[in-house]
């Protein structure tokens, strides 16, 4: 028995406000909502607890449940109005669910109109309404008033490069940067926000700078050493391979394998894979490792990747919305003018926000034509295996999101080869695609299955093309590479997701 569910039992009777807001966060927790809500609702009822209905939203928020929890947000709000969490709340949910928030997020800042996270939504409010350059110009205001407001750098950095400004997207901490040129927060933000957008050549020169105005951190190694890791032609620079104090040499470990696997020594990266996998295996370590495994002719690669089980083509053409509704209101959602900083999209859009939390009957409809196709997924599945960063996870547990989104590529548009750090099982969905034209390449628009991070230089071919089909959906496991050919011109529409590994 869960803990969730001992608490549950123990409190079937009572309304103690305190004792079912503990039971509420231990749920929250586990990942065993549907076991506390009832109670949770009786108590929220029978009290008029506010706390009670905010907690009562959380969870139905959790299991992306957003019009349920919409309710719950606006019975807290009315018990208890000047409450700025509960507005908050009501406000990110609002939001989640495909709402205009704006208003939401007006109320909230009146009670906290200092409060970052509420300012930061606004902005992402403001921009899903079509305001993207209004929300730019009021983060602007506010960091020149708040320049070591960090969160808010980041953030706008972000807000710069959807909205078609990536350009512009230090412009902030440059700024600051000038008025402050001691400030080290300032220069580790500036070092982070490169490395999130990939801009690896930057980070040697910005510590440069750093460091003529007078500001050293340790932290300063972390990118050396991924500059090195990406640009050194050496077998092993005394950058990235040097002697560090514990925590830098804990940062460093992947960028040795990824600077491995590029200059060809495959054979010096596989004792500091093997070492990586027994202490802290993720996403990016198993995509080394299967790239490392192929290249070594290392039987074990067989077992990762070779089962063909692993990979799911599903025609969903039975199960989805009519497509032409469906791409209908994905291509409204579409507003953003430029990439995100860090995703894999090249000559298109995504949408922001977890797209499969929205209440529009549509995506409702998608939403349950996914769930049903990732149960039949887990189900085929072969048999558990500890050792198997796929198979070693319970498949009783329900489907969570960890991430849910549309992707609109433009002419030429693909997406760079990647994997998904926080999924367990990743996908694409196909709702509209581009005709081949004349003299164009047969695999144009296909989806690929390993083929490395094109940065790394290593010709390695894919080893598996899937030919994309409207109403068609692929599953596959998250650390996989995965990328797209691209195409010459024309549409392509499609929905993406993450399953989380199961609690």
């Known amino acids: 028995m869960s803990e969730t569910a001992s608490m549950a039992s123990a409190l079937s009777s009572s309304v103690d406000v305190a004792a079912l807001a503990d039971l509420a966060s231990k749920a929250l927790e586990e990942g065993e909502e549907e076991c506390a809500l009832p109670l949770i609702e009786r108590g929220a009822s029978q009290a008029r607890s506010a706390l009670l209905w905010q907690w009562k939203g959380l969870l139905e928020r959790s299991l992306d449940e957003h019009d349920r929890a919409l309710q719950s947000f606006e019975e807290a709000a009315k018990l208890a109005p000047g409450d700025a969490s509960i507005a908050h709340g009501h406000a990110r949910t609002a939001m989640e669910a495909g709402l205009d928030a704006r208003p939401l997020y007006e109320r909230a800042l009146a009670l906290a109109p200092k409060n970052g996270e509420l300012l930061v939504g606004m902005a992402a409010a403001r921009a899903a309404c079509g305001e993207g350059d209004i929300a730019i110009s009021d983060l602007q205001t506010r960091l020149e008033r708040a320049p070591a407001w960090l969160y808010g750098h980041e953030q706008l950095a972000q807000l710069m490069a959807t909205e078609g400004r990536a350009a512009e997207a230090t412009s902030s901490l440059e700024q600051a940067l000038m008025l402050f040129p001691a400030a080290q927060p300032l220069w580790e933000t500036l070092l982070h926000v490169q490395l999130r957008r990939g801009a690896y050549g930057s980070l040697k020169e910005i510590v440069e700078r750093a460091r003529s105005s007078g500001v050293s951190a340790p932290e300063f190694q972390i990118y050396e050493g991924i500059h090195a890791a990406e640009f050194d032609e050496e077998a092993q620079p005394a950058a990235l391979f040097g002697s560090f104090p514990e925590a830098i040499d804990k940062a460093l470990e992947s960028w040795r394998i990824r600077h491995l696997l590029r200059v060809g020594e495959v054979d010096a990266a596989l004792p500091l894979i093997d070492r990586r996998l027994k202490t802290d295996p993720n996403a990016e370590i198993w995509a080394y490792t299967a790239t490392a495994w192929r290249l070594a002719g290392d039987p074990r ?145 296909w989806f690929t299955l390993g083929e490395p991070d094109q940065l790394l230089g290593i010709d390695l071919p894919p080893w598996r093309k899937i030919e994309p089909k409207v109403a068609q959906l692929v599953l596959f496991p998250s650390w996989m590479w995965h990328g797209t050919v691209p195409f010459a011109e024309g549409e392509r529409l499609t929905v993406a997701f993450d399953v989380g590994a199961p609690r």
């Not at 009957?361 to 048999?383: D, M, S």
């Open 301 to 445: 690669s067989e077992w990762l990747e070779g089962d063909p089980r692993l990979v799911s083509v599903i025609d969903l053409s039975d199960a989805l919305p009519p497509i032409k509704t469906l791409a209908e209101t994905l291509r409204a959602l579409h507003v953003a003018k430029g990439e995100y900083l860090d995703q894999s999209v090249r000559g298109g859009t995504q949408t922001d926000g977890p797209l499969l939390s929205r209440i529009d009957p549509a995506i409702r409809h998608l939403r349950r034509a996914i769930v049903g196709a990732v149960e039949n997924f887990k189900a085929q599945l072969p048999p558990t295996d500890e050792k198997h960063p796929l198979l070693r996870h319970p498949r009783d547990r329900r489907v969570r999101f960890t991430g849910s989104w549309s992707v609109r590529l433009r002419s030429e548009g693909h997406h760079s080869n990647h994997v998904h750090p926080l999924g367990w099982i990743s996908s694409a969905l196909y709702v509209a695609l581009p005709e081949r034209g004349p003299g164009e390449r047969q695999d144009a628009g």
